[in-house]
């Protein structure tokens, strides 16, 4: 115990140590907030742009050509329409679907049956191993098809009509058939909120036709893409691949791209926590007599930091890198000139 029983009696021994864990947490902690940050930054790079989030994701100049993450519930200013049946939806998008009544073969137990029913597809009953009083008629006169909003905001943001085209989620519609245009009700009849061919709606014929819709009305959106001049579009990585998607909720970042790098939180306060941590730590280590040299040891803690921050953003942010160089130098000339002219003021 003799050999160390006057190693923490030094008051200025003890300063020293005090100084010196200061001064290495200061520097732990801003390198593990550089690390964190640029690995986000490789990420952005990665995608091929910053990416707005959050409040920062709305419309304006500084939205414009950059990656937007936009949350929200959908809104439609135009309904979508089918022109052709004369019907329309206050919805970013409407589904027709068409089916036929066909002949359909179907094995069990080594036998083949023949039934019909309604299929959204032709069946050829050519291929059948007895096609003869079970033809169909091939393909439809008519075809599905799916119609969307011109106008569909998200977050004030307007979605391009590829990004549009992508919203999923349809759900069943009934819409209003009491005014069709007058060729189709000629041929058609509406029936349960569908349009038949069939003159007898409970039994219908082979090539009869029905025809249904659906709609896409979601709660929430959210649309990860490229703004140019607050309309949403397509966006693609460095790599030419296409990275934009809508998906259907209130998602974050993390959500939609889960192996996307966020950033640290509290980044600038961790940033200033370091410098305050290295600040006293040197102010410490300092002799005595220049211990209340705020300023002198502002300028020397400034050039680890500096230069550690600038090591982890070598070869991913150039400008930052040579910036927190450039700080580092002055920051050591004005330490050797507080140094020199202790009785300076400033």
């Not at 970013?92 to 080594?110: C, D, I, N, S």
């Not at 009869?208 to 896409?216: G, Y």
Request: a neutral charge.
């Amino acid at each position: 115990m003799s050999r160390f029983s006057g190693l923490f009696d030094d008051p200025s021994r003890n300063a020293r140590l005090l100084g010196a864990l200061l001064l290495l947490l200061g520097l732990v902690l801003l390198g593990f907030t550089e690390h964190s940050d640029r690995l986000r930054a490789m990420g952005e790079d990665a995608l091929g742009g910053f990416v707005l989030t959050g409040s920062a994701a709305t419309p304006g100049p500084d939205a414009n050509g950059k990656l937007v993450l936009a949350v929200g519930a959908p809104a439609v200013k135009s309904p979508a329409r089918d022109e052709q049946f004369g019907v329309a939806v206050d919805a970013p998008a409407l589904l027709r679907k068409v089916e036929m009544f066909q002949w359909t073969e179907t094995h069990f137990g080594g036998q083949r049956n023949y039934e019909m029913d309604w299929f959204d597809h032709p069946i050829d009953s050519s291929t059948f191993n007895n096609p003869a009083g079970h033809a169909n008629p091939g393909a439809f006169p008519i075809g599905a098809a799916r119609f969307d909003s011109p106008d569909v905001t998200v977050a004030g943001f307007k979605l391009g009509a590829a990004l549009v085209a992508m919203i999923p989620g349809p759900e069943p519609f009934t819409p209003n058939l009491s005014h069709l245009p007058p060729n189709m009700a000629a041929t058609f009849q509406a029936h349960d909120g569908t349009l038949l061919t069939s003159a007898n709606p409970a039994h219908p014929q082979v090539g009869d036709l029905r025809v249904s819709w659906l709609r896409i009305v979601p709660a929430e959106l959210t649309v990860f893409a490229r703004d140019r001049d607050g309309t949403l579009v397509q966006a693609h990585d460095p790599a030419g691949d296409q990275i934009a998607q809508v998906l259907l909720g209130r998602l974050s970042l993390t959500d939609v791209l889960t192996d996307a790098p966020q950033p640290p939180h509290f980044k600038w306060a961790r940033r200033v926590l370091a410098v305050l941590l290295a600040w006293a730590g040197v102010a410490l280590l300092l002799p005595p007599t220049r211990r209340r040299d705020r300023a002198l040891a502002l300028a020397i803690a400034a050039v680890p930091l500096a230069l550690l921050a600038a090591a982890y953003w070598f070869d991913v942010r150039m400008l930052a890198c040579a910036v927190l160089v450039l700080i580092a130098v002055l920051a050591a000339l004005a330490a050797v000139w507080r140094w020199r002219n202790p009785g300076a003021g400033w």
